[in-house]
Each structure stands twice: as C-alpha cells, then as structure tokens.
C-alpha cells in the first residue's frame, strides 16, 4: 500500500521553537491498568475497526479503497476511550504511525512524549508477546508495514530539515531512527534481548544463558544455545522448541558477517562530496582489515559523522548518514568477538575506541566529549604508573556516567508516568543500553578496573557482585541497617533513619538514612549531598549493573562502610567482625561531635524588621540566623551583586509564639515547651527513642496547623508594608519575593542545616506572602527538619527561626560555589555547580559542576543532566520550563567571574572572622554574578580519621610502573 503525503490537512511541516513551557496531565492509573488487562484479551487490542484513511480527510469502509486521485492509506482506527485517553492524559496506547500528524508525533511542547512513548511500546511489545496487542498482533489489516516505513522515511525527512533538531536532539533523534520503521530495517539486537528473556521466565534453567546474551553477547553464544536446547529437548513443550528456534534464527542474523563494501549503498542519497569521500576513503582502507581496524576505523568514521552531518544539506541524505552511524556501530559491536584482549594496552586502545564511538552515538554532547577526549587517549608508552592509570580509568569511568545518564534524562518522563501502570517498563532504559556500545564499554572499564584494582589493593568488598571497580565512594563513613533498594520516583518515599538505601535518584526532600548508595555520583554539591558529608553518612556511587545486582539483597542486614580512599564494604551481619559490631554498641564513639547551640546571646526584644544592610555577620544567632547575617554581610561587602531585602528577626516570631492560642488557655509557646518537657518525662520513665520521637513528631505536627492558622499582630503587618515599599520600592503584593527561613540552627560552623527549612519561591499576592511567613515560620517542626537536627544537636528543640525577605532574580543559571576542591581536597581550587533557571543545584538536580583552578585552568566534573528548569513569573511563581544539553551552561567569562569572586570572598569574610571554606549559592543573568547566600562549609572531620576507616583505607605507591604488555 502507497503512503501518500498531499494534503495540508494531514500533515503540518511546521517545527516549533524550542523554547517551551512544561504542560501537566491527570493520568487516572487504574484506568490504564485496567485497559491494558482488557486489551490483552481482545481480538482487536485497543483498536476499534478498519477504514480506509483518504488525503482528501474522509473515511471509506474497508472494501472502498480511496480512489486512485486521491489515495489514502488502510488502517486500524482506535478505540473512542483511547482517544480519550490521549486528549486527557497524553498517554498514546498502539499508536499507528500512518496518517498521524508529524508535529504532534514529534510533541515538542511535550518533551517529544509522544514519540517516546511509541518507542516504550514497542520496547513493551518485544518483551510482552505483543503487550496490548497480544492479541490483536494478529488483526489483519490494523497496519501495514510497508505504510509505517514510507511514514517513518516522510518523518524523519520532515524532522531532519531542521539542523537544529540534530544539534539539541542528536542522541534521542538517533534511538528514535533506531526504533521508528522507515526502510525495512528492525532492531535485531532488542529482538534477540527479548526473546531470551521471554524464554528464561518461562523455562528458568535458560536464565544463565540469557544473562550472557543480556550482558556480553557473543557470536559463540550461537552454539551454546543450540547445545541448551538439545540437551533439554524432552523437557522442552512445543511452543518452546519454537521460541528456541526463532531465538537462533534472530541470533543469526545478529552475528551475520558485515561486508563493509556493503556501506557505500547509504552514499546515494548522500550530497556532500567530502562527506562521501570520506567515507568511501574508509570503506577502502578496511574492506580486508583487522578487527582492531575496523574497530577504530569504524569508531573515527562515527565521530567524523556526527561532526559533519548538518554539512549535509539534504534531509534525506542526513537520514541515510545516521542509518550508516547505527550500521556502523554495530559492525563495531560484531567486530569485538575478534578483537585481542591479551595484554592492558589492547585494553586501553579498546576503551578509547569504544569511548570515540559512545560519544558519536550521542551518549555525551561534542563539547562534553572535547573536555574529556584528551583523558581518554591511546598512550605510545610503553608503560604507565597507577596514578595514570587511574586517571584514565576516572575519566573513562565519567563519560560513561555520562552516557548513561543522558539515556535517562530523555527517557526518564515517560518511564516515570508508564511505570505507574505497567512496571515492565522499568527495563526500558536499561535496554536502550545494552543495545549500544555502551555495554562493551561498560565490561571494558569493568575490566580495567578490576586489574587495577588487583595492582593497587583498593579492592571494593560489596557482596560478590559482578563489576565492583563501576562502585567508587563519595563520602567516607559506615554504617549498619537493613538495605533498602528503591525502585523508580523516589519522591515523598517514607524512610527509616537506620536503613541504609539504594536509589536509582534520591529525593530531594529525603530524612535521615543511615547510609547511601545511589546510580552515578549526582550532584555532589546538592543540599543532600552536603548534609550526608557533614553528618558523616556513608555515600557510593554505583550503576545500573549494580543497582539491579543489589536487589537481590533487599531487605538483609549489613554492614556497609566507604573508605577515605573511596573503597567500599558491604557485608551480611553475620560476616562483621567483633571490631566492626564495637562500633555500633552503646558508648561507642559516633561518626560525628554533636553540638549545642547556645542561646544565652540570642535577642528576642527586636520586634520590628530589619533592613538587610543593618545586619552583618554578627548579628547572626542574636537577631536573626547565619543565613541573613552572612547575606547582610555579603550586601555590605558586594553591594552591587546582593540584591535589597529585609529580616523578620527571631523577636517577631517569639512575640507571635506567646499569643494564646485562638480557642486555648496556653500560648503557642507554652504548647511547644510542653511538648518536649513532656518527652523529657517519658525518657525518664524509660521510654524508648522510638516511643519518645513518634510523641514528639505527632505533637509537632499538631503545633505546625496551629501557626499556619496564627494571627498575625496588626502592628507587624504594618511594619511588613512599610518595608515593602521603603525598602523593595513596591506595594505589599507587587513586588514578588522569596521567603527563606532562617534558624539559629543552620549554617554553623560544624553544621550545615542546608535546605532543611523552606524557601517560598517569588510569592506575590499580599495574602499568600503573609500566609507563607506563617508557614516558613512553621517549617523548622516538620519531621524531616527535626529529624535532621535530632542527628547532631543537643538541643534541637530550641530552634528560632527569622526570615530573609529578597527580591527574586530571574537567573539565566543558578548554582553553588565551594572554595576548595570537594573530590580532590585541594584550596588552589573551587568547585562549582550550576543549573538553568533559579534555585539551581541545590536540590539534587542533575548539574553542570566544574573544578575551577587559581591558575584559571578548569576541569569538567559532570555535565548537565536536568531536562526541565524553574524561572520566574512576573505576576509571581514559577513556570517549569524544557533544557536541553548541546552548549555547556557556564561559559569562560563566567569562570573567570567566579575565581576572581573566590578570591575576594576568602580574603573579606576571613578579615570579618568567618573561617573558610565557604558555600556559596550564586547566579548568573545575563552575565552579572548574583548572590543569595554564604555559609561555612562543613565536613565530618570525624570520619575521615576514624580508626577503623583508616584501617580499611590501603596505602597506595600510586608512582608504581605497570608494563603495557603485561597478560590479562
């Protein structure tokens, strides 16, 4: 059947600009569920019957095909309740690709929803024997394939136009050429992935066969599948025997020899005449070549195609060059089986050929790959100290993090709204890897970090996991508690202080755990991040390998300690030794000092606001918290980088806290001491912590609703309006601003408190700013504040909190600064965290952070990986907002900015007697540095000279010479 493109009305050859608001959708989950359930079972799945799909926008039934002047298209039409589904849930159930409009199938305003989810399915259908089609899979005539491809080509055609579209979308244009039919091709390697393991659940003897295939395939695995199943033929029902043989037929075909003279047939549409130079040049020079050849040849010819492919100036052409990257890339995967792996430098040389062609399949952007390119290079040497070795191994290691991490900042949206419904997808992500030179890259760094760690004794000890060098420590400490592997969204999850859990992403608002292990380092400088090193909470980054090899120990309980070298333990409680049980007994000495803040200074008389310039870091912990103090100090040394603003001090909080109780006999004060004179008496009648903490937290929460019903004093609403307008130049309810709580309990020179408490972003209207200082006011007695405080103060019922009223600034990106390198430990250098929008790094979001030396050289740490950003609405509040990845987010005048910055904050607020080094969260608009907070930066000292963790920290001659050509 012809596919047919003539009429506007179908087809929209529009691309929006990328510039979008972030839309939001009511999903009702048990719906879904219970369609996808019926569909399963229905001869038709989710489609309603057939029709003849005319240019001119009428339908014929089935046996009136569209006349021949007009054409049109056979198809399937769905079901009225899965329109629905889509018009009010964004959720596209069997998506037919013929007649479908290309702009809304791409879905711009939607993060490409749409098309990612066609993609999920088809993910869902391989592994699912057929997912909502299962029976409908076999509906004749519901589409025909040879319309999809035609569509498919008119798409990608449409879409590749746009150069744009390639240098903000290269890696998820790519999968989607991958996934989306449009010249007879198909995924054999998702094939072959899904048919073993459809045969390993339902025959489980398979499963180790099928993780080979899943994790290192191998042309020899043929052989032993074909041995498997005549070893098990009379164990075998008649529909297995069928799985086997079409697995063996897929794998095959997978393994079929590529001829590489066979590539120039992607040159004819190709106009470019260099481009086909080059690659003609290539396909000469390996036609009769080795596998280690083909193999950089191929990878240096995937690099060069992602450089110049917008040179192409034809669409189809630019279609035909991404078909030849996949080609490629799969030669690479096949020439592998013949590649030597006998001695560290063909290991080596692998790696950085692997790493060439990740990187060309999109899995890092050009200029990520140009910052870490030069560490990942064939060395001439004949041998390399450990430290070099090392240092290869960290950046090989970091750019495949990064692969990794891309994956699921594409995919992540739809992951998280499917898995509400359907929990298969969960593999999704993983799949999109394996199906990639990722994972032969994974296996090759896995490699080379098991060799050096041989080399070195710094060996992770973590159960006996598979590809423990992926494993590395962020924050030193121990800990022991029942492991907890958090599936998915980890948002508002329920935790328990003495568990130690596994995320896939921790959530930003996370409580107390005893220790951390979460997929890839994340953001190093988040508030999350910042208070687990301060408190001494043992934190390790992992992978996805590690992550699904963990589960397997769900619920057991171990003992789990990082290094100060960055080794990890983990081990059953019954393999601890006596000293590792001592260091959880009673009296035994605690990861971290606690600390009483003292209040014999603190002020409560001052009962009107202060103006952000007549308070300085003095005042701290008197009339107000460090937070204000120190951004009054900063105004007074920067005024031109700290924006105007006021303070409600303690006085006005403590003066509101002694009205009586509307409907009560005692003040809210007097409620609050109760409480904690209350829990003093329980401990002294020997109830437990538990006991005690579930009293407190219950009587908390009572006191929270009370406050946000409080009545605010006429006399301080007064005074709240005048400051608006003497101070931020607006009416109360003009001027929007943020409300940051500010506690006598925070930024202290052994405790960070950081993001304990609540900021309210760019609050405008007048009754929501007074009704947010209420709540910013109640903030400190939420259960994840005190439970925070609980871990290091003595008294962390006396808390007072004040409020910084500021201006908000519509930040281009916004970020945090600390002065010293937080992985190196070094003080020649600063360490810098950066989002888009505002509020940015602070709560865990995937950031651009670098190492910023006194010598202006720099060094990326991680880049950016935050599909979405906040900005500020004029009228107040927040819009979300889409990113994408192609440019870095801080540019070279702003590092220059930010080491010049650096050195005069050192040398001011050292002078002013606030000991470094510092935290600092700062911005950029339009190139001018804004300020909003410093705080000391606080490290768990304890740790890091434990006894028992210096005991398990090797000594490393990082000097040592390892020869090349030494046998793996």
């Known amino acids: 059947m012809r596919y047919f493109l003539l009429i506007a009305l179908i087809i929209v050859y529009v691309i929006p600009s990328f510039s979008q608001e972030v839309n939001s959708f009511d999903v009702d989950n048990n719906q879904i569920r219970e369609y996808i359930q019926k569909y399963k079972k229905d001869i038709r799945g989710p489609y309603r019957d057939l029709r003849w799909f005319c240019d001119d926008g009428t339908f014929n039934m089935p046996k009136e095909p569209c006349g021949d002047d007009v054409g049109g298209v056979q198809r399937a039409r769905y079901k009225e309740e899965v329109i629905a589904l889509s018009e009010t849930s964004h959720v596209y159930l069997g998506q037919i690709l013929s007649t479908t409009n290309f702009d809304k199938f791409w879905d711009q305003e939607n993060y490409h929803s749409r098309m990612k989810q066609y993609q999920l399915e088809k993910y869902l259908k391989s592994i699912d024997d057929g997912w909502i089609n299962r029976r409908a899979q076999y509906y004749r005539g519901a589409l025909q394939v040879e319309d999809e491809e035609a569509w498919g080509k008119d798409f990608f055609i449409w879409l590749l136009k746009d150069e744009e579209v390639l240098e903000k979308h290269f890696y998820m244009v790519r999968q989607a050429i991958k996934d989306i039919p449009h010249a007879g091709d198909d995924n054999v390697a998702q094939l072959m992935r899904s048919q073993s393991k459809v045969i390993a659940e339902e025959y489980e003897p398979f499963m180790d066969l099928r993780i080979k295939i899943h994790g290192q395939p191998q042309r020899t695995d043929i052989a032993k599948v074909e041995a ?203 799949d999109k890897i394996r199906g990639s030179v990722a994972l032969p890259l994974g296996n090759a760094i896995g490699k080379l970090g098991t060799f050096i760690s041989n080399e070195s004794s710094l060996n992770n000890r973590v159960f006996s996991l598979s590809n423990q060098s992926h494993i590395h420590g962020i924050n030193p400490g121990y800990a022991f508690g029942k492991l907890v592997v958090v599936d998915g969204n980890a948002e508002g999850l329920d935790v328990d202080a003495k568990n130690i859990y596994v995320f896939e992403r921790p959530p930003s608002d996370l409580k107390p755990v005893a220790g951390l292990l979460t997929v890839s380092e994340g953001n190093l400088v988040s508030h999350l991040q910042l208070l687990a090193r301060n408190l001494g909470i043992p934190n390790a980054a992992i992978s996805n390998d590690n992550f699904l090899a963990l589960k397997e120990h769900n619920g057991e309980n171990i003992f789990y300690a990082v290094s100060n070298k960055g080794t990890v333990i983990i081990k059953p409680e019954a393999e601890m030794t006596p000293e590792e049980h001592k260091l959880f007994s009673a009296g035994a000495v605690r990861n971290v000092d606690m600390v009483t803040v003292p209040l014999d200074k603190i002020n409560l008389e001052q009962t009107s606001i202060l103006n952000l310039r007549d308070v300085n870091s003095a005042s701290s912990g008197i009339y107000c918290g460090p937070k204000a103090a120190n951004l009054g100090q900063l105004k007074q040394n920067f005024p031109d980088e700290v924006v105007e603003g006021f303070v409600i001090p303690f006085g006005i909080f403590f003066e509101h806290m002694k009205q009586t109780i509307p409907g009560g006999e005692v003040s809210y004060w007097e ?167 505002v509020g940015g790094a602070v709560d865990g979001q995937a950031a651009e952070a670098w190492s910023i030396r006194n010598n202006g050289t720099y060094k990326l740490i991680s880049p950016a990986r935050e599909p979405s950003y906040k900005a500020l609405s004029k009228t107040g509040g927040t819009v979300t907002k889409l990113s994408t990845f192609e440019k870095p987010i801080l540019n070279r005048k702003n590092m220059s900015q930010l080491q010049d910055f650096s050195k005069e904050l050192i040398q001011t607020m050292t002078a002013k007697g606030m000991e470094g080094p510092y935290d600092v969260e700062l911005g950029f608009e339009n190139d001018k540095l804004w300020l909003f907070q410093v705080r000391p930066y606080v490290e768990n000292k304890n740790a890091k000279s434990s006894t028992y963790l210096e005991s398990i920290t090797p000594k490393v001659d990082t000097s040592k010479s390892i020869p090349l050509n030494i046998k793996l």
């Open 671 to 837: 409620y609050l001491t109760s409480v904690f004179a209350k829990a003093d008496k329980m401990k002294e009648n020997g109830a437990s912590s538990d006991e005690i903490e579930k009293f407190e937290l219950a009587e908390l929460a009572k006191l929270r609703a009370l406050i946000l019903e409080m009545p605010l004093l006429p006399a301080f609403v007064e005074d709240l309006e005048d400051s608006f307008s003497n101070i931020l130049n607006g009416e109360i309810g003009e001027v929007p601003v943020f409300l940051r709580s500010d506690t006598n309990m925070e930024d202290l020179k052994n405790f960070t408190g950081a993001g304990l408490n609540l900021t309210l972003f760019n609050v405008a209207p007048k009754d929501e700013i007074i009704q947010g200082i209420k709540t910013v006011w109640a903030s400190p007695y939420t259960e994840r504040s005190f439970k925070w405080r609980q871990k290091i103060l003595n008294n962390p019922e006396n808390v007072y909190p004040s409020i910084v009223a500021i201006p908000g600034v519509n930040n281009d990106y916004s970020g945090v600064m600390i002065t010293k390198g937080v992985t190196s430990n070094r003080n020649d250098e600063i360490t810098v965290a950066f989002s888009r929008g």
């Open 228 to 430: 498997f199943k005549k070893d098990n033929d009379t164990k075998l029902t008649p529909s297995l025997k069928k799985e086997f043989n079409e697995l063996i037929k897929t794998m095959n075909k997978y393994f079929a020899p590529v001829k590489i003279s066979a590539l120039s047939s992607y040159l004819e549409t190709v106009t470019n005449a260099e481009i086909k130079t080059t690659v003609t040049n290539f396909i000469e020079a390996n036609e009769n070549g080795t596998a280690e050849e083909n193999i950089e040849g191929a990878s240096d010819l995937m690099w060069y195609i992602r450089n110049e492919i917008t040179n192409e100036d034809s669409a189809i052409g630019r279609l035909a060059l991404m078909d030849l990257s996949l080609k490629l890339e799969n030669i690479i995967i096949k020439k592998l089986d013949d590649y030597s792996n006998e001695n560290l430098d063909s290991l080596i040389d692998k790696i950085c050929y692997l790493s060439t062609a990740a990187a060309a399949s999109g899995y890092t952007e050009i200029w990520e790959w140009e910052q870490i390119a030069g560490s990942i290079q064939k060395t001439q040497n004949d041998s390399l100290t450990l430290q070099e070795l090392d240092d290869f191994l960290v950046a090989a290691r970091k750019q495949l993090e990064w692969g990794t991490s891309i994956n699921k900042a594409v995919y992540d949206d739809v992951v998280g709204v499917y898995q509400n419904f359907e929990p298969l997808v969960h593999g999704f992500l993983d």
